[in-house]
């Protein structure tokens, strides 16, 4: 065992691990709550960055044969999902004073790079977990709404139900071909006996579960909304691309065919269209955002319809897109003291007028992840649904394009309410007492802008790299 | 343990399972993880289960809100899920598939340390990492209940 | 039928059975040992195939279970307790204040 | 340079003037110059127009004829196919450019006594111009392109014209009334313009005319082309069916009923088929329907005016009439003949028009000749010209009316090209009609007793002498405008149809039988209208009901309100609006949204909050995702 | 290379324009207001330098820039000038200006987002025109939604929310349909021939089966059709007309209009010319059904916005047919209808805005005798209307007289052969002309004649920059109707080059029957 390659492959996520015990070091030393997001922004940053460069390198290294291993589009993934944390913590400063929410995420973290490079389900498995697990402490976090316990056990069961059900698939994997290598995912995909095809089936529903796919998706909208609004951002944005990185790692450049290939269809079809629909009707913010979240997973599982190679970067894109924009559109929200208040739609009503930078900022991320160009949002869903084409799906191709459009009546919505409600109705929605957000969420505002607009302008340079 | 009403009945009912399925590994020859099961899961699990629910001692409402009104399509699908999975499962495994390994001699205690140190070194080391972090999200939620009632 | 088809059958009921119990058990408490049931069936199954394929990494798997059943109760139980502690009650259909 | 353009220079004068006076003398300079900047701009460069147009004219007799071809512009070139704006100036184009400019210069020196008093003199002589422009440019262009232009553009100085005094709602609705008859029309011209220019490649009217003249095989149909463009010309000169317009038009102010609705404009439906002659020559079928169509017209028309009480309404259908005459004898191929009777009818009908001006004028604004009467002697000179275009328009030679309508007739009977002893009947009584008419409407308004309301009475005088003059001068031309014998100036070019040798001989009788029908009209009006009162009344008792359905225009009006407006306005408000766009377009979107929205609404009442059906989603989610994988594929 | 940089500027320079409005102060309305009026005026400028720069009798692309975008889908920042665009091109930066300028007063609420938003907009529309690129193209036509639905929603009428959603939600039914055609466009290109492009050049030489051209040629129709609009799917149109404001009706009427049949003109006929050669006969009734419908429904409306929303569907089907009558007069009739459209209709809305500003009403029944009232307002809008009406020397003329003539000269031969179906059209499309006069006349008796009424009194007639404004569109439509020789000249070119692509059947190489897309 090579410790140098030990140390250096896993370098990202010691940094993580350093954060964590730092954290708690000043946890336990008393209440530096400032000093213990900047070494939270610190840690996480500098995983991003030594992921980044490693992946500049081109590192390659498999530290632990058959359980882990690196490669410069794993970096990548890893760079970009640490990335996507940064503005979650900076706009965290607005909830929570304390370490404990830097401590969880940066768990939460570590778990996501595990599953990114998992080699076997041992420590997919694990990093399922690692990053489940701090999810459901973060949403009782925000005691300050009563409903988050409530939130928390309903994401608790049924997330546990999914790890169940993964371990399921896991072990069924085992037993027909005796391995616990990820491989064994992507063979038993092209195999025709009943057993693996259930095995397939129970992995591919677990994940199912965690991304919210319909029908496995009811647990997405309570939970979101019971969750404060930094937590909402992460769980829409870096578990979710958690979820769909190690799926994509599962199924590698293995073909989908028939009866699988359906279900990865008619699943997420169901989700863009029941997520777009449902999102119409919402009152608040959150909730609407939960199912964009369901139809936006059901655009990532499309990804896996396309052909193997195109796969990873379609999803990569997406998340990068589709999670900028969520944290954007989160960051940017008007800080409340009554955190149930803060994302009420109708108190959005005349932002405009009360805080232009937050209302262009939001309109920018909802008419992205509408998919309107020229925002990163459409050339994430370009490329999706480009590669399903090029598989020859068709038909799904179309519905699903058909479905995103029932999307874009709900984010417009939004703009609507902050740009075009009578002065009247404002005022009294201005009455609610929202406040600019603080100068921590604001930078993460414009982080994220910047990162949208670098995006929208320079699309091509991320796909170049990805 | 379904259909009993007291929490603790079912307690009891879950540690009798446990157990028992801890025998059956027993009878497979995997010792360890038959001691593992016993002791984590009737030793640790459910006793603090078992003492959270005589902490409560709120009783659940009796006679027919046992069940949610979920009986019957609940049921029915459980039925189903049985059914399909086990028929997957049954058609695909024939009963001679695979050469059945002598007893015993791979699962022992000392074979797993070594494996554990040896090849599942990152498995293990990452377990403490994930203990580390639920012991800090069990005491953030802690620490929120305490907050909320301070 | 032979040995591991059986184990295997009931290792599908127990996991079954877990999920079952999360959709009929209305107490909270009960909920959370289905789980535990739903978890302790896929150990069945892994122990099963461990015992049939002898490729010992499922019993690292079946370990890593135990571990990770135990970290879910210790987030889950105090989770239930503050619960409790606002609702005065265990019975999950009072927990719907989020909906919609 | 200048003799280059010197047919340009006579169109734009007028264009000049009218922007001149457009801008400056309205509201749009801000009313900054006086009446006589007005005068001079709008009077002298139509005048100017008329000197050039006789110089061009000499320039034309000074070339033999040959026809003068001026290039001013390329319109467009695509594809190889040019669009020209070329001039054109040949026998039939100089006749028609005097009797514009001429005429058109006198009735503007009219005008200035006429609107003297009107709040918006220079907007009138601005429009009174953009006309001028327009009728230049249609009888001066060579191609049907800019013919369609001055077409068009005439329509839209006739529009503005009619509407001129638009407080009164009517006026204006008799306006567009007039354009979108006129419309009609032209879309019967523009599709005949097309299928010329699909087979011929050209819209040069002389390379048209040579084509079908050449005797080439004919490529394409010359009777529908023929019927179409004569559909564009019963638009503009008032024919069966789409003369409802011109009766409305006379809301305008009387000189433009002269200038406009008589002399100039509503012939240019006539001259259309004279210049395009070469095609109608080879469409006998075409041809023939501008015959009976003529006649019709004339007839129905002069049955209307029998019984009309306006002044101008009788000389409106009176017109209508002589512009029947005049699609008569294009019928029949005297195509001299009809620009010859053009010619004739433009000064007496102008002449009785002013005239009839003059009396409005004298009467502050009454124009029933029910309440007229005897003003022979308050406005004698009026008077005095009347009567000598009522005597021209009436058949009695010398005047100029006869030579031009006996031909007429005579081509009627005779004509090898269609004529036909029916024709002449027909034409013969509308002769008649139109000396009863004419004469009728001479006794009541200025024979007899006087109806004058009394305290209009006092105000009668004679016109000024800018008007009066310009009377007399019409006048003149009227009775001596027959000598002009203008076919057989015109023949070379539009040559008359050879009448057979064996009917030579009844030219004489027929002369004599039509002068003799024009004297029994004269003699008839006398003795209804310049006897006691009780006679004509006696007579409207008698024939009531002819009465009825005669001053009612044989309800052509309603009949068209009825099946045409109405239907259309139908159509539109509850089919196309309400039922296309508001119930089955609208409709199906609303529907489609509520539907989602209520779908919406149905997704989230299933998320009920109970984790038990959370649970259940999955449960069933699994069976059948594992049911499914059962499915296809296998095998 | 110089002259292409003056493109990019011309492109760009609203996205310049937005960006220093960012840095002037929001108490500042006025400066707003004059900083973009002189940007706009600068573009206009420079688009004409480029204008007549333009060499007419060159062939394929001028002031051409290609740069590798995305260059692992092929996708290239290629923008460039042909005869098609160059007209609308300079039609877009001629009306930038003028909206700007009408706005003035009109605008009085958030002036600098409104104002950002138009720039925003004439950045869009700007770079459809001049895209060469599918997928850049598709970019900017989709840019476009979004500050319009923000000019309609925030700055329109009573019931502007439903006149908005609707608008957006209409378009971008089109434009999804439309993504999807073109990945499979772009990706059947790929591969029959390997390229992996979205130059509409390369484009251009997609070899698809007729199955799959009629599929794609759908989506692409369904797409432009709703923008041009054709009837049945115009009931956006009248809405988002009526509740816009002023600047949003101009920049609609006049421009983004005519992004529908640019479409068809540019993208739909000529990438799949056989399945637009099967469906001739459908699309042109389409076109007629629309002149003959629009022009009936303008008809019987008493919203003054209306009746000129109305007439557009009415004038835009004369586009289509002229598009689709294959001859060059038809072409070249339907180019120059669509900058007299542009023009008329811009005129005509700015107009309509004028009278709103000074009455706030726009019920026909509650105006008469304007010519009265408002003797100079009434002289331009006379004007105005003479040339929706399409009276020869206005520009409406020009249009409409070539589209019909080429759709007769196309249609004759074919009733010669035996196919009388275009000609019953051709025929049919002239009582347009009859219909054009009657609802534009009817509209004009009751504004500006009859006894003066109106809503709000005393009026005061129109101010210098009115006139101005009204003045200089005047001049152009005059321009158009009398001298149009020079911008056909410089279509010509495009004009001929579409005719070849649309009708060069581009079926595989031997045709085999029966591959199913």
Redesign the interface.
């Known amino acids: 065992m090579n410790s140098q390659l030990t140390f250096s492959a896993m370098l990202p996520e010691h940094l993580l691990l350093l954060g964590i015990v730092v954290l708690l070091g000043v946890e336990i030393l008393g209440k530096y709550s400032r000093l213990a997001l900047l070494l939270a922004v610190a840690a996480v940053a500098a995983a991003a960055g030594v992921a980044a460069s490693m992946y500049a390198n081109g590192f390659i290294g498999a530290p632990f044969p058959g359980q882990f291993s690196v490669t410069p589009p794993m970096m990548m993934a890893k760079a970009i999902v640490l990335a996507l944390a940064l503005p979650v913590l900076l706009m965290s400063r607005d909830d929570f004073d304390g370490g404990e929410f830097p401590a969880l995420l940066l768990s939460s973290l570590y778990g996501v790079c595990l599953m990114i490079s998992a080699d076997s389900f041992l420590i997919m498995f694990l990093g399922l977990e690692l990053m489940s697990l701090p999810v459901y402490a973060l949403i009782v976090l925000a005691y300050r709404r009563p409903e988050s316990a409530e939130a928390a056990l309903k994401y608790l069961v049924l997330g546990g139900t999914a790890t169940a059900m993964f371990l399921m698939g896991v072990s069924l994997l085992y037993g027909g071909s005796g391995s616990l290598e990820i491989s064994t995912f992507a063979t038993a995909l092209s195999a025709t006996d009943l057993m693996s095809r259930a095995a397939v089936v129970m992995v591919l529903l677990a994940f199912f579960l965690k991304g919210a796919i319909v029908p496995f998706h009811a647990w997405a909208p309570d939970a979101y909304e019971g969750a404060s609004v930094s937590v909402t951002a992460y769980m829409a944005t870096i578990v979710k691309a958690g979820v769909l990185l190690a799926v994509v790692r599962l199924f590698a450049a293995a073909p989908v065919v028939s009866p699988v290939a359906d279900l990865l269809a008619v699943f997420p079809l169901i989700s863009i269209v029941w997520g777009n629909l449902t999102a119409m009707r919402q009152p608040s913010f959150r909730r609407m955002i939960a199912y964009s979240s369901i139809a936006h997973a059901g655009y990532l599982f499309y990804a896996l319809l396309g052909d193997g190679p195109g796969r990873f970067q379609a999803v990569l894109f997406y998340v990068v897109a589709y999670g900028t924009l969520n944290v954007l559109a989160f960051a940017a929200l008007p800080a409340n003291d009554n955190d149930a208040e803060r994302d009420v739609l109708d108190n959005l009503k005349g932002l405009w007028h009360r805080n232009p930078f937050a209302a262009s900022a939001i309109s920018v991320a909802m008419l992205s992840l509408a998919g309107i160009p020229p925002f990163p949002g459409f050339v994430a869903k370009f490329l999706i649904f480009k590669n399903v084409l090029a598989a020859g799906y068709t038909t799904y191709a179309v519905l699903g394009l058909v479905g995103s459009y029932l999307g874009i009546y709900f984010y417009l919505r939004v703009i609507q309410l902050m740009f075009m409600s009578p002065d009247a109705m404002a005022a009294r929605a201005g009455a609610a007492g929202d406040r600019p957000a603080g100068a921590f969420a604001r930078g993460a505002s414009l982080l994220c802008l910047a990162a949208t607009v670098l995006l929208s302008i320079f699309p091509g340079w991320m796909l170049d790299r990805m | 343990m379904l259909i009993l009403r007291e929490p603790m009945r079912v307690a009891m009912a879950l540690i009798t399972t446990m157990v028992s399925l801890g025998a059956i590994y027993g009878l497979l020859g995997v010792h360890f993880i038959a001691a593992f099961q016993v002791l984590i899961y009737v030793g640790a699990v459910m006793v603090f289960m078992v003492y959270v629910i005589m902490l409560l001692e709120v009783r659940e409402a009796s006679g027919n809100r046992r069940y949610s009104n979920l009986l019957i399509p609940g049921v029915l699908a459980f039925t189903m899920l049985v059914g399909v999975l086990g028929i997957s499962v049954w058609r695909s495994l024939a009963p001679t598939s695979l050469p059945v390994v002598p007893e015993g001699a791979v699962f022992g205690m000392a074979e797993f340390s070594t494996l554990f140190l040896r090849d599942y070194w990152l498995p293990f080391e990452l377990t403490t990492v994930l203990l580390v972090a639920a012991i800090v999200a069990a005491l953030a939620v802690v620490k929120v209940s305490r907050r909320s009632h301070g | ?2 040995k ?2 059986a ?3 009931l290792s ?75 609702k ?6 009072v ?6 | 340079m200048l003799s280059l353009h010197i047919l340009a220079a006579i169109a734009l004068l007028p264009l000049l003037g009218f922007l001149l006076n457009g801008v400056l003398a309205t509201e749009l300079g801000g009313n900054k110059v006086g009446k006589g900047f007005v005068n001079v701009v709008g009077c002298g460069l139509p005048l100017a127009a008329f000197l050039l147009t006789i110089k061009s004219f000499l320039d034309l007799r000074a070339g033999g004829y040959a026809p003068i071809i001026e290039p001013v512009y390329r319109w467009a070139l695509i594809d190889g196919h040019a669009f020209d704006i070329t001039f054109y100036f040949d026998r039939l184009s100089a006749v028609m450019t005097l009797i514009v400019t001429g005429v058109g210069s006198a009735i503007h020196v009219y005008s200035t006594g006429y609107m003297s008093h009107d709040k918006s003199y220079g907007r009138f002589f601005a429009y009174l111009n953009l006309f001028l422009f327009f009728m230049l440019l249609l009888v001066l262009g060579r191609s049907m392109l800019v013919l369609f232009v001055g077409w068009e553009g005439v329509g839209l100085a006739s529009y503005l014209l009619i509407g001129f005094w638009f407080d009164e709602l009517a006026n204006a609705r008799a306006g567009k009334k007039a354009f979108i008859t006129n419309r009609i029309g032209d879309a019967g011209f523009l599709l005949g313009m097309f299928l010329l220019y699909q087979a011929l490649g050209t819209l040069d009217m002389d390379v048209i005319n040579a084509a079908f003249t050449s005797g080439a095989a004919p490529v394409v149909s010359a009777s529908l082309v023929g019927i179409l463009l004569f559909i564009g010309a019963t638009g503009k000169s008032a024919q069966i069916p789409l003369f409802v317009w011109l009766p409305d038009a006379m809301a305008g102010p009387t000189p433009v009923s002269a200038l406009i609705h008589a002399a100039t404009m509503v012939t240019a439906g006539v001259y259309l088929v004279a210049r395009m002659s070469g095609v109608y020559m080879h469409a006998p079928e075409a041809s023939h329907v501008i015959a009976v169509i003529g006649v019709a017209t004339a007839f129905f028309a002069a049955t209307i005016a029998l019984v009309q009480t306006d002044i101008k309404k009788v000389l409106a259908y009176s017109t209508i009439s002589q512009l029947g005459f005049m699609f008569l004898a294009l019928g029949v191929g005297a195509y001299g003949v009809a620009i010859f009777h053009v010619v004739t009818h433009a000064f007496f009908k102008a002449c009785l028009f002013l005239g009839a001006g003059s009396v409005i004028h004298a009467l502050s604004g009454e124009q029933d000749v029910r309440k007229m009467g005897g003003l022979a002697r308050k406005i004698p000179w009026t008077f005095g010209t009347f009567a000598v275009a009522t005597v021209a328009i009436a058949g009695i030679p010398p005047l100029s009316g006869f030579w031009s309508k006996d031909e007429i007739l005579w081509y009627a009977y005779a004509s090898p090209n269609g004529g036909a002893p029916w024709l002449w009947g027909i034409a013969a009584l509308t002769a008649l009609m139109t000396a009863f008419y004419m004469f009728r409407l001479l006794w009541l308004t200025f024979m007899g007793a006087s109806r004058v309301d009394h305290e209009v009475a006092h105000h009668i005088h004679e016109s000024p002498v800018s008007m009066t003059g310009v009377l007399v001068v019409l006048a003149i031309l009227s009775s001596v405008g027959g000598a002009l014998s203008l076919a057989h100036f015109l023949e070379p070019q539009l040559p008359l149809p050879v009448v057979a040798e064996e009917l030579h001989h009844l030219e004489q009788p027929l002369v004599y039988v039509s002068v003799a029908l024009a004297l029994l009209g004269l003699a008839g009006a006398a003795f209804i209208y310049g006897g006691p009162a009780t006679r004509a009344e006696g007579l409207r008792a008698r024939f009531a009901s002819a009465h009825r359905l005669l001053s009612g225009k044989y309800f052509v009006d309603e009949l068209y309100d009825r099946v045409l407006a109405k239907p259309l306005y139908w159509l539109s408000e509850h089919v196309f609006l309400g039922l296309g766009d508001r119930t089955i377009l609208d409709g199906t979107l609303n529907g489609l949204a509520s539907l989602g929205q209520r779908t919406a609404g149905v997704l989230s009442r299933v998320q009920t909050g109970s984790l038990h059906l959370y649970a259940l989603f999955v449960l069933v989610g699994i069976v059948i995702a594992l049911l499914w994988s059962w499915g296809g594929g296998r095998g | 290379m110089a002259e292409s940089t003056m493109l990019n500027l011309v492109l760009f320079l609203p996205l310049v324009g937005m960006a220093l409005l960012m840095l002037v102060p929001a108490d500042k309305p006025q400066l707003t207001r004059q900083l973009t009026l002189a940007l706009m005026t600068v573009q206009f400028a420079l688009t004409a330098w480029l204008y007549l720069q333009f060499a007419s009798d060159a062939t394929g692309l001028q002031f051409e820039t290609r740069v590798p975008w995305i260059a692992a889908w092929g996708v290239s920042y290629h923008i460039g000038l042909d005869g098609f665009n160059v007209l609308l091109v300079l039609l877009t930066a001629f009306l930038g200006p003028l909206v700007v300028a009408g706005a003035f007063s009109a605008i009085q609420k958030d002036v600098k987002l409104f104002y950002s938003m138009v720039f925003l907009i004439q950045f869009a529309m700007m770079g459809t025109f001049v895209a060469q690129d599918l997928f850049l193209f598709y970019l900017f036509w989709e840019a476009m939604l979004i500050p319009m639905f923000l000019l309609i929603g925030i700055w329109g009428g009573e019931r502007r929310i439903y006149a908005t959603i609707k608008f957006v939600l209409y378009t971008a039914f089109g434009s999804i349909l439309m993504l999807a055609a073109m990945i499979y466009l772009v990706y059947s290109l790929q591969q029959s021939s390997g390229l992996v492009s979205f130059a509409f050049a390369d484009l251009y030489t997609a070899r698809l089966p007729l199955e799959a051209q009629t599929l794609l040629l759908g989506a692409f129709v369904l797409s432009f059709a709703i923008k041009v609009p054709m009837v049945p799917l115009h009931t956006w149109l009248p809405d988002a007309h009526v509740e816009a404001p002023t600047a949003g009706s101009v920049i609609l009427a006049g421009v983004m209009l005519k992004m529908g049949t640019y479409g068809f003109m540019k993208l739909g006929f000529p990438l799949f010319p056989d399945a637009t050669h099967l469906f001739t006969p459908v699309l042109m009734t389409l076109a007629v059904v629309s002149i003959i419908y629009g022009a009936c429904l303008a008809l019987v409306q008493n919203d003054i916005k209306k009746i000129i929303a109305y007439s557009s569907i009415s004038h835009l089907g004369y586009v289509m047919l002229g598009l689709l009558s294959l001859d060059i007069l038809g072409i070249q009739g339907a180019i120059i209808q669509m900058v007299s459209h542009g023009l008329v209709a811009a005129g005509l809305f700015l107009m309509v805005g004028m009278i709103y500003e000074r009455c706030h009403s726009r019920d026909l029944k509650a105006y008469g005798g304007l010519a009265k009232l408002l003797p100079v307002y009434s002289v331009f809008f006379m004007v105005l209307t003479l040339a929706s009406v399409g009276l020869p020397t206005t520009s409406g003329f020009t249009g409409e007289f070539l589209v019909l003539l080429g759709a007769f000269k196309a249609a004759w031969p074919l009733h010669l052969s035996g196919d009388s179906f275009p000609l019953v059209l051709a025929a049919l499309a002239v009582t347009g002309v009859v219909l054009g006069a009657l609802y534009m006349l009817r509209f004009a008796l009751g504004f500006l004649f009859g006894a003066a009424q109106a809503p709000h009194q005393p009026l005061s007639d129109l101010n210098a920059r009115e006139r101005a404004i009204l003045g200089i569109i005047v001049v152009a439509v005059f321009a158009l109707g009398l001298f149009p020789d020079s911008a056909m000249r410089n279509s010509e070119g495009a004009a001929k080059a579409y005719k070849a692509l649309v009708t060069t059947s581009r079926l595989p190489a031997g045709a085999a029957a029966g591959v199913a897309p």
């Open positions: 039928m032979d591991y088809q184990l295997l059958w599908i009921a127990l996991f079954s059975l877990g999920l079952l119990g999360v959709i009929l058990r209305r107490n909270a408490l009960i909920m959370l040992m289905c789980m535990e049931l739903m978890l302790n069936g896929v150990n069945l199954s892994l122990i099963t195939f461990l015992h049939r394929s002898a490729v010992a990494a499922g019993g690292v798997l079946v370990f890593l279970t135990f571990v990770v059943a135990t970290a879910e109760i210790a987030i889950a139980i105090p989770i239930v307790l503050l619960l409790v502690r606002r005065r009650s265990l019975d999950l259909d927990y719907t204040d989020l909906k919609g």
